[in-house]
């Protein structure tokens, strides 16, 4: 049994105000005080990241962020580096979110710079993946993944691997209300792990963590964080409701 510590990462997406954000952060910290055997990790919007940084500090909450520029700076109006990132308090940044590649047209090239400037940074990427329902239909699926793990992953060495953190997210799963069953996430999980061993020398296949995402709930979590492969998740609509978020920090292993 592989001892690869969990994570389950909120990610708020455009949601709360700064004061919204301070009241939930406020609930989390009090009520999921006595957790230590895994990681909760809660990604808000930029504006809310420095109040939270502060609400945060000495607790077992991480700050991540949902996006960032490869650029460390020059002159890309509206954009924020992982650099700044890290100046504001944040530990992770998302890359290659779903919604990133279909609204915004990132590629997975751009994805990988992305990645290796959050590296450059000192900060752990949290870099999702996932096929479209039209890609899974037709069979694509492990095409599709082979695809954007390879180019994602691009000039990443073992070292670098250490602070990576895989996402699986089928994209016909998120804010769908649809999630793959337990058994069709772990047979993604371990198709990934398995392309992590062609990449990588060593034990980076098993040392990586990879997460579920998609319409991740307190009624499927405990199925989920059953199997083998999956080792935490990147939760959406459910993160934003204290208690909800609370349950699934507080899964149990069947």
């Known amino acids: 049994m592989t001892m690869r510590k969990a994570i389950i990462a909120g990610n708020w997406?455009?949601?709360?105000?700064?004061?919204?954000?301070?009241a939930l952060v406020k609930q989390l910290r009090e009520e999921?005080?006595?957790?230590?055997?895994?990681?909760?990790?809660?990604?808000?919007?930029?504006?809310?990241?420095a109040p939270l940084a502060a609400e945060v500090a000495?607790?077992?909450?991480?700050?991540?962020?949902?996006?960032?520029?490869?650029a460390v700076s020059g002159a890309y109006t509206g954009e924020v580096s992982a650099l700044l990132l890290k100046d504001v308090g944040?530990?992770?940044i998302i890359v290659g979110h779903s919604e990133r590649r279909q609204l915004f047209g990132e590629t997975d090239a751009f994805i990988n710079?992305?990645?290796?400037?959050?590296?450059?940074?000192?900060?752990?990427?949290?870099?999702?993946?996932?096929?479209?329902?039209?890609?899974?239909?037709?069979?694509?699926?492990?095409?599709?993944?082979?695809?954007?793990?390879?180019?994602?992953?691009?000039?990443?060495?073992?070292m670098a691997m250490e602070n990576v953190v895989i996402a699986?997210?089928?994209?016909?799963?998120?804010?769908?209300?649809?999630?793959a069953t337990a058994e069709e996430a772990q047979d993604a999980h371990v198709f990934i792990r398995g392309l992590l061993a062609g990449l990588?020398?060593?034990?980076?296949?098993?040392?990586?963590?990879?997460?579920?995402?998609?319409?991740?709930?307190?009624?499927?979590?405990?199925?989920?964080?059953?199997?083998?492969?999956?080792?935490?998740?990147?939760?959406?609509?459910?993160?934003l409701k204290a208690e909800d978020f609370i349950r699934i920090v507080r899964f149990t292993q069947l």
């Open 113 to 158: 710079a992305k990645i290796k400037s959050v590296l450059a940074a000192g900060l752990q990427a949290i870099f999702c993946v996932g096929e479209t329902l039209e890609e899974r239909e037709s069979d694509e699926m492990f095409e599709v993944l082979t695809r954007q793990v390879r180019e994602g992953l691009l000039g990443l060495d073992s």
């Open 13 to 22: 997406k455009l949601y709360k105000t700064i004061s919204e954000a301070q």
């Open 200 to 239: 990588f020398d060593g034990k980076i296949d098993g040392q990586t963590r990879i997460l579920y995402g998609g319409s991740v709930k307190p009624e499927n979590i405990d199925g989920l964080m059953a199997q083998e492969d999956i080792d935490g998740a990147l939760v959406g609509g459910a993160s």
């Open 90 to 92: 944040c530990t992770s």
């Open 168 to 179: 699986y997210e089928p994209v016909w799963a998120i804010g769908t209300g649809k999630v």
């Open 32 to 49: 999921l005080v006595d957790i230590s055997d895994r990681e909760i990790i809660i990604a808000p919007v930029f504006t809310a990241l």
């Open 58 to 70: 000495g607790s077992n909450i991480q700050l991540a962020a949902q996006n960032c520029h490869p």
